[in-house]
């Protein structure tokens, strides 16, 4: 099982903590989110070599990180992060990833290890990681139609919605070949740099079954200095 945790944007909603360095290196409790995101991939037998990380936003900063605490990752670099969305940094994994089994993450969410524990025992191809019965504005919501997910979208209505995603995804080999076809449609032939991974993903849940791993562990998706002080307590 692969890995591929994107971490190029800019956190701007987190500023000043962000002014120097990448969102991903805000401490919840002096514990890095991705120090903690690794830890959790560590603890469950994914070893450093199976990690990618795209960077963006302050990079060096995050590659010296990167390099003296889990020098076996890999690291690719978004250069056009400032123009970008994360499904082009999704993009430029695909020789590593394509046609494997892959754990999909963003870098700005904080969680529990047994997340990740559920999300490879379970013998099901294809997940997304489900807060059920939640609703939150900002995050991405699922419908779903018996025990497939048939939507993921920002804009869900809260009537329709089956619960957030923690926007941590487990993709089968087979649905990794035909996500990639999805993104360089997006990207190579549309020009579409600018959409977010769960508009190709959207488009996927078509043509591959997907399923909601549901799950009432503590995790916040920190965007701002509000969600960072909930993360403290909560952790």
């Given at each position: 099982m692969k890995v591929v945790i994107l971490a190029a944007g800019f956190g701007s909603r987190l500023r000043p903590l962000t002014d120097d360095r990448p969102k991903c290196m805000v401490e919840v409790n002096n514990v890095k989110i991705i120090e903690k995101q690794i830890s959790n991939l560590l603890k469950n037998g994914i070893n450093e070599e199976k990690i990618t990380i795209v960077t963006g936003y302050k990079t060096e900063k995050l590659e010296k990180y990167l390099k003296e605490n889990y020098p076996k990752t890999?690291?690719?670099?978004?250069?056009?992060?400032?123009?970008?969305?994360?499904?082009?940094?999704?993009?430029?994994?695909?020789?590593?990833?394509?046609?494997?089994?892959?754990?999909?993450?963003?870098?700005?969410?904080?969680?529990?290890?047994?997340?990740?524990?559920?999300?490879?025992?379970?013998?099901?191809?294809?997940?997304?990681?489900?807060?059920?019965?939640?609703?939150?504005?900002?995050?991405?919501?699922?419908?779903?139609?018996?025990?497939?997910?048939i939507e993921i979208s920002k804009k869900i209505?809260?009537?329709?919605?089956?619960?957030?995603?923690?926007?941590?995804?487990?993709?089968?080999k087979e649905a990794s070949i035909k996500l990639f076809e999805i993104i360089k449609q997006f990207i190579e032939v549309d020009k579409d740099l600018n959409s977010w991974t769960e508009v190709a993903l959207n488009i996927l849940i078509k043509d591959e079954i997907f399923e909601s791993l549901d799950m009432k562990y503590k995790w916040v998706e920190i965007d701002n200095q509000e969600d960072l002080k909930m993360a403290e307590e909560l952790f």
């Open positions: 890999n690291i690719i670099i978004n250069k056009d992060y400032e123009t970008t969305n994360n499904m082009y940094s999704l993009y430029l994994t695909k020789n590593v990833v394509e046609n494997n089994d892959f754990i999909l993450m963003n870098a700005d969410v904080f969680y529990e290890e047994n997340i990740i524990k559920e999300l490879l025992e379970s013998n099901r191809k294809n997940l997304m990681v489900c807060d059920d019965g939640r609703y939150i504005e900002e995050s991405m919501k699922i419908v779903k139609n018996e025990n497939r997910i209505k809260e009537e329709d919605a089956y619960g957030v995603t923690i926007d941590v995804y487990k993709i089968s």
